[in-house]
């Protein structure tokens, strides 16, 4: 059973960057390191949406359109740790991040494909 936490949200200026963390447990390295692993928002009143994704060994990077060029995924498997770059922050990138884990290969965009989730992060884009 993996656990994941999220961390490093808060109140942005528009334009400005966050960089969220998501440190894994209860699994071992090896197993975490060829999981999948993707990052979810959801903002009031809206859906889940897919944000980006990883496939375990990282030749694979599915992003959503709203915020490529802008947020980026990586991971440190020593760590355990996913990490999710985000800059030139829009107030329309407000929302609950969540990251998720899939002991598939590659990364999908749909939330049904992660056995696993984190509680959250808020991050909130305003001046």
């Known amino acids: 059973q993996v656990q994941l936490v999220e961390s490093g949200g808060g109140l942005v200026q528009p334009g400005g960057s966050l960089r969220l963390s998501c440190a894994a447990s209860?699994?071992?390295?090896?197993?975490?390191?060829?999981?999948?692993v993707g990052w979810f928002r959801q903002a009031p009143g809206k859906e889940r949406e897919f944000v980006i994704g990883?496939?375990?060994?990282?030749?694979?990077?599915p992003t959503a359109d709203s915020v490529k060029g802008r947020f980026t995924i990586s991971r440190d498997n020593v760590k355990n740790t996913v990490y999710l770059q985000m800059n030139s922050l829009k107030p329309e990138d407000t929302a609950v991040y969540f990251c998720?884990?899939?002991?598939?290969?590659?990364?999908?965009?749909?939330?049904?494909?992660?056995?696993?989730w984190g509680q959250g992060t808020q991050v909130t884009v305003s001046s």
């Open positions: 998720a884990a899939s002991p598939r290969y590659y990364a999908h965009s749909y939330a049904s494909t992660y056995d696993y």
């Open positions: 209860g699994g071992s390295a090896r197993t975490f390191s060829t999981y999948a």
């Open positions: 990883r496939s375990a060994s990282g030749d694979s990077t």
